[in-house]
């Protein structure tokens, strides 16, 4: 789960992470509001969007009268913002965050996320704060700082030093920063968090630290956890199907292709995408209904499914385990029956029952496309949604 920056730095001050002054605003008049309650004179207006690059987009603004305050919100608020990570449809900003504005000296790079490849959490820091880290990892990797923390122990105190020190902090400003650093790994492992970033963290010119922007993920499998968490879910910056498919637990991915893919597990799901792109067509998501679906389940993804306009057509990848063969089969022809399901159903089943699960489907009264392997249901829903040559 992805949350807002107003939001992130709401948790940092929690954890004794220092940010600017600010408020967020979901009206022009909130924002001249905030203005007034700031020192100024500078002031910064940044749209809130999940997604990087709003800087890039036009949706952040440092003016230096609340007049200017005034006018920046009215330009960002409502905008449809388009960055390298929204596509370029872009997302409607419905809301800005007003902040104090910083005399800033340099821009370091910070994030806490967790490395699978040893399981352990690692720091990750850069002198080049402030630009694309991924730029800075690809072109400058020797720029980047990473130290791995043990969770059984936590962040070490020589570790935080350890880091700050190949940041360069000034010393009159150390104290702060091992302090920052140990605020947001804390915030990082008390929150079960996947992210945790701050990009750029500022030096000011009077030697302060300060988290100038921040961004923060969490892992959705833990949220059970934190319900103080969930609050700042924004439904509005999630794709609709998304978030119906997480009703009922099903795992959905939007994709951009035209066969809708319904898969148990997801490694079986991302080989079925993988084989579909072989044969000519695209996935139109991801999408794992688990081992222990049942005739609910499978009615709720087929609706789902069904309700992305660009599906031409609909690939089942089933391995019968948990999931008996002959059930997904009475709950497919229940499902697609109830639906009305007119486009090409393609089913691939294998595993416990798998012959009466076919026998289901052939004595049904709908004409579905059975196939025996992988390679040759790939290929039947590549042929079904070809389009027709004429003449």
């Not at 694309?132 to 105190?157: F, M, R, S, T």
């Not at 999931?323 to 007119?342: P, W, Y």
Request: aromatic share 6%.
């Amino acid at each position: 789960m992805k949350i807002h920056e107003y939001q992130a730095k709401e948790l940092f001050r929690a954890y004794g992470v220092p940010t600017p002054a600010g408020q967020s605003a979901v009206t022009v008049e909130d924002a001249v509001a905030a203005a007034k309650t700031l020192p100024g004179p500078k002031y910064v207006v940044k749209a809130q969007i999940h997604a990087g690059g709003r800087g890039k987009g036009g949706g952040v603004k440092v003016v230096d009268s609340v007049d200017a305050v005034k006018t920046a919100a009215e330009a960002i608020l409502g905008m449809q913002l388009v960055t390298h990570q929204t596509g370029p449809e872009g997302k409607k900003v419905k809301t800005v965050l007003i902040e104090e504005g910083s005399e800033i000296d340099r821009e370091l790079y910070l994030s806490i996320i967790l490395d699978r490849s040893v399981g352990k959490p690692v720091i990750m820091a850069s002198a080049a704060g402030g630009m694309d880290i991924e730029e800075v990892a690809e072109k400058q990797p020797e720029k980047i700082i990473k130290e791995w923390v043990d969770p059984l122990l936590g962040l070490q105190g020589y570790q935080a030093r350890k880091v700050a020190y190949a940041l360069g902090i000034p010393e009159a400003c150390m104290k702060d920063a091992i302090k920052l650093l140990s605020g947001l790994y804390r915030l990082f492992w008390e929150k079960d968090c996947s992210l945790v970033e701050v990009n750029p963290l500022v030096i000011t010119k009077d030697e302060r630290i300060i988290a100038l922007d921040g961004k923060v993920n969490f892992d959705d499998n833990a949220l059970y956890r934190h319900t103080d968490v969930i609050k700042y879910r924004d439904l509005d910056e999630e794709e609709p199907l998304e978030v119906e498919a997480s009703k009922y637990n099903l795992n959905y991915i939007t994709l951009d292709g035209n066969v809708a893919c319904m898969v148990n597990g997801a490694g079986l799901a991302m080989a079925t995408m993988d084989i579909i792109k072989l044969h000519g067509a695209a996935p139109a998501n991801f999408l794992d209904v688990g081992g222990g679906a049942n005739a609910e389940a499978i009615e709720n993804a087929f609706r789902i499914l069904l309700s992305d306009p660009k599906v031409k057509a609909v690939l089942i990848n089933i391995f019968g385990g948990i999931l008996r063969c002959d059930l997904l089969a009475e709950g497919v022809v229940a499902a697609a029956s109830k639906l009305e399901v007119k486009l090409p159903i393609v089913i691939r089943m294998e595993g416990t029952n798998v012959e009466r699960g076919k026998e289901i489907l052939h004595n049904s009264t709908l004409r579905f496309l059975v196939a025996d392997t992988m390679q040759e249901a790939a290929q039947k829903v590549a042929d079904a949604v070809k389009p027709v040559s004429v003449g």
